[in-house]
């Protein structure tokens, strides 16, 4: 069961890097396409879920072993899942200029395949000290 749902949020992560990457690649060629910001936001909320869950069911009292495994699990929260979400349904009411959304577009997107990469880095060693 939790090899299954593991499987799931992998995928689902690799959904909302991927939709984030998309739809940064088309607002950046001077197009916005406003169903696809839906998509992306109601992917990481079922993302969001998904992995809750996964960390409560896998969660063999990882955390006391491993002290930064609680402040990764946040930073992949804040940075993969809210904050691509909050910008994109926040981004219309602000008065800012294009270089200032492209350039914010382009930190979240950093930062989110930076938080996906530091997980799947972190998973891979704490199974190989298991």
């Known amino acids: 069961m939790t090899k299954l749902i593991k499987k799931i949020t992998i995928g689902l992560d690799i959904l909302v890097l991927l939709l984030i990457f998309i739809y940064t690649a088309i607002y950046i060629l001077k197009h916005e396409i406003i169903f696809f910001q839906k998509i992306i936001i109601f992917s990481a909320i079922i993302a969001f879920i998904i992995k809750i869950l996964y960390w409560i069911i896998d ?72």
Do not use: G, H, W
């Not at 602000?94 to 930190?107: D, G, R």
């Not at 950093?110 to 000290?129: G, P, R, Y």
């Open 59 to 130: 969660n063999n009292n990882i955390i006391k072993i491993y002290k930064n495994l609680l402040l990764l699990r946040i930073a992949v929260c804040i940075f993969l899942y809210l904050t691509p979400a909050y910008y994109l349904s926040q981004y219309q009411n602000l008065i800012i200029s294009e270089f200032v959304v492209m350039s914010t577009l382009i930190i979240i997107t950093f930062f989110a395949l930076l938080v996906t990469v530091a997980e799947k880095l972190i998973n891979s060693k704490k199974m190989s000290d298991l």
